[in-house]
């Protein structure tokens, strides 16, 4: 059904211009509201949805059928857990060696310091130890100790080659082998 233009004409007419102000004012007010009340409408609903989904995940947690998440304090402590401990750092460090004599790569004496960090409270074995050998061995010999120690995190790597000729490298690899304070 079509209403005619003149009957909307002859409308606005009898309004006046206080009634077509009032009339625009009308229509200002209602597009203000829905456009203040669309986003929190549907922030509301997605709040909704996402308390019935939490609501559904505790159910299975306390059924059983879904494992409780990991507290990171937890975390934290499972972490610590799998450090060796500070009486085994001369086992950490003999396996250092051996990875090394596996790979015939010359350590010499290197330097050691202990302390703890104050951020994390671990004990940390600072090791500075200079190296001798083949770019292939020391690669290798680098890549065991990451992957054999996952409490070594090495911090520099230098190598030099006095001459151009030479194949072997002479160098230093400064790490840190962390350990729990237990």
Request: aromatic share 6%.
């Amino acid at each position: 059904m079509q209403i005619p233009r003149l009957i909307v004409h002859e409308y606005l007419q009898r309004l006046g211009v206080p009634g077509l102000a009032g009339l625009a004012l009308l229509m200002l007010a209602l597009t203000w509201g829905l456009a203040g009340l669309l986003p929190d409408w549907q922030s509301l609903q997605n709040l909704s949805q996402q308390t019935r989904e939490a609501s559904e995940y505790l159910a299975k947690v306390e059924d059983g059928t879904v494992a409780a998440p990991v507290v990171p304090q937890r975390q934290l402590d499972d972490f610590r857990s799998k450090l060796p401990s500070q009486p085994q750092a001369t086992v950490a460090i003999d396996k250092i060696y051996a990875l090394a004599a596996l790979e015939h790569i010359t350590l010499a004496r290197g330097e050691y310091s202990l302390g703890v960090d104050p951020k994390t409270h671990l004990a940390r074995y600072q090791i500075l130890l200079p190296v001798r050998g083949s770019y292939p061995q020391l690669r290798r010999f680098l890549h065991a100790l990451l992957r054999q120690l996952p409490a070594v995190v090495v911090e520099d790597v230098e190598f030099q080659r006095k001459k151009i000729a030479d194949t072997d490298l002479n160098g230093r690899i400064r790490m840190t082998l962390y350990l729990s304070r237990s």
